[in-house]
């Protein structure tokens, strides 16, 4: 969980950063709040479903796809908590052939 709640952190701190490089571009500062949110709920995951969540970082291309999906956070997709994430990174990972939402 503390891997997790400190990716939600720092993908938020990189979005505060473009949002001051680009004031006029609103979505990045609304994405930072949306992931420092999340990041508050990462105690209260389930921990069945953080168990599936860890054992999918297989290789590269899990890691990549995690990537990819914290940085849809605030602009493509909007999870309402660390565990609404988790889940959905386990059906991208699982049931969709690894694409990312």
């Given amino acids: 969980m503390l891997l997790l709640k400190g990716d939600f952190e720092s993908t938020a701190e990189w979005r505060r950063e473009i949002a001051i490089e680009y004031p006029d571009d609103s979505p990045n500062l609304e994405a930072a709040e949306l992931l420092e949110r999340l990041a508050k709920t990462c ?10 969540y860890s054992a999918l970082f297989r290789n590269l ?7 990819e999906m914290l940085r ?11 565990e609404e994430f988790c889940r959905d990174f386990i059906v991208n990972r699982t049931l969709q052939g690894g694409t990312c939402r």
């Fill in 43 to 52: 105690d209260h995951i389930d921990p069945a479903v953080m168990d599936a």
């Fill in 61 to 67: 291309a899990d890691m990549d796809a995690h990537a």
């Fill in 72 to 82: 849809r956070v605030g602009f493509y997709y909007w999870p309402t908590t660390g």
